[in-house]
């Protein structure tokens, strides 16, 4: 049997799309690999979203060169952001790939790479017509018990230093019949925690009109009443488009957890007109205090980048305020990097490296101080946990998440996809330990 091996990078929804690359090469008649050297097909699924990603690629394909210098026969195919990016110039740049594809065209995969993953036309890049959800091809799941739905692709916004729209295009929402048809077939597989996905999970809907006249609260309130479903969670919401029946619907939702990623980018008004962000910083605020109010015990994980051009001093520091007035349980936080085609690439004002390392350095700290407090609070508290499987460091215990996202390490004897009471003893900045109840009471 030839064998596949898929690497993936960047986001939750290249995640995503490697499940359906996967089911899709199962389909073929391929099998996986569990490394790229015992594989006849090689997929890199690729992102481009700071330099870094691009980077590491090169690392990858380097070692995927000597390997197909070894067995010419290999077919290397380079999929996602990275190569949408790149298109055609990419066979200039890495000579022994074979195929090439971008994020909407991986239902065409399998007409490039033949049945078997033989007959590919060498060096081409494949274009689809049109871009066609993923979402709609056989899938391989890493996990029984977890799932990601797809509800959207592409984004219609601009913000000044994101790739993302150049390499996902525009967006189109899947409609709400088949987004529900595919959670209630996941739940009567034993799905009990899918997460929605999305590149602005709260303007989903907004093309379907008028045929379909829904917004994002009513595909919660109807995901939510699957049976079987026990968790949901969606990702990422834009500030601009949360409204209040998203809010509603979360509050009034059993399954909807307690926790939203709400990317802020910057604290300071002036920066986030500059991004295109399109909220101000008062605006923001207002609506984490809106979730808040509605949604006891919020749990609030954010995206921030420093160093986008123009940031001075006083940017920064209202960066830090934001970041110490909200609170946040969790936060990604990225040095800024210039992608070739976006706005902010071509701004005057670019911040010296010296500049960005030593404000990373102080938001990571601030980050860092905040989550360990926000967790400690947690000390005391029984919390539900999905089980996900052994801890990473410590395989005698378990490890699992809290609704509100955080991950627990603890002693316990469940299985991966059960749901269990844990009592929170432990807690540093991005993590919890504890117990599982019933053994404490045994
Ligand atoms: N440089 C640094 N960070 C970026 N992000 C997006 N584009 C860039 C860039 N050019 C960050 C944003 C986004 C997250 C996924 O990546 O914070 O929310
Ligand atoms: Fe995801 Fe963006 Fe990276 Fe593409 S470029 S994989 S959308 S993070």
């Not at 619907?249 to 307690?258: W, Y």
């Amino acid at each position: 049997m030839r064998r596949y091996h898929v690497t993936t990078f960047g986001c939750q929804m290249n995640a995503h799309d490697s499940e359906r690359i996967k089911g899709m090469l199962e389909e073929l008649g391929l099998g996986e690999a569990p490394s790229p050297e015992e594989a006849d097909v090689l997929v890199f699924n690729t992102c481009t979203i700071r330099e870094k990603p691009d980077t590491r690629l090169a690392a990858h394909l380097g070692d995927a060169k000597v390997l197909k210098e070894r067995d010419p026969d290999r077919v290397i195919a380079v999929g996602g952001c990275y190569a949408e990016a790149q298109r055609e110039s990419i066979f200039a740049r890495y000579p022994f790939v074979d195929v090439a594809f971008g994020p909407g065209s991986i239902p065409h995969l399998a007409e490039w790479l033949g049945a078997g993953g033989v007959g590919v036309a060498r060096s081409s890049f494949g274009i689809a017509e049109e871009r066609r959800f993923a979402a709609t091809l056989p899938m391989h799941r890493e996990r029984s018990f977890q799932a990601w739905v797809q509800v959207s692709m592409g984004c219609n916004s601009k913000c000044a230093y994101c790739i993302v729209p150049a390499v996902r295009g525009r967006e189109v929402s899947r409609r709400p019949g088949e987004i529900v048809a595919e959670v209630t077939r996941l739940a009567s597989e034993g799905v009990r925690e899918i997460t929605l996905l999305g590149q602005n999970v709260n303007s989903w809907g907004r093309d379907l009109r008028p045929e379909i006249d829904t917004e994002f609260g009513e595909l919660l309130r109807a995901c939510d009443a699957v049976e079987g479903i026990e968790r949901i969670r969606f990702t990422s919401p834009h500030p601009k488009d949360f409204r209040e029946p998203v809010i509603a619907a979360m509050a009034e939702s059993r399954t909807v957890c307690e926790h939203v990623h709400l990317p802020l980018q910057s604290g300071s008004t002036r920066l986030l007109k500059a991004m295109r962000r399109t909220y101000s910083r008062e605006r923001y605020l207002q609506l984490v205090d809106r979730l808040r109010e509605a949604i006891p015990d919020l749990a609030l994980g954010t995206d921030i980048i420093v160093g986008f051009p123009g940031e001075t001093d006083a940017d920064f520091q209202a960066t830090l305020e934001v970041v110490e007035a909200v609170g946040y349980d969790s936060a990604y936080t990225f040095v800024y990097s210039p992608r070739s085609g976006t706005e902010a690439a071509a701004m005057p004002d670019q911040i010296p490296d010296d500049v960005k390392r030593e404000r990373i350095e102080r938001l990571v700290e601030l980050v860092q101080r905040i989550g360990h407090d926000r967790n400690r609070a947690r000390i005391g508290l029984t919390e539900e946990v999905l089980v996900e499987g052994p801890s990473r460091t410590d395989p005698s215990r378990l490890r699992g998440r809290t609704r509100r996202n955080t991950t627990v390490n603890f002693l316990g004897d469940a299985g991966a996809g059960e749901l269990v009471q844990v009592e929170i003893d432990g807690a540093t900045s991005t993590t919890l330990s504890g117990r599982q109840a019933a053994l404490v009471a045994a």
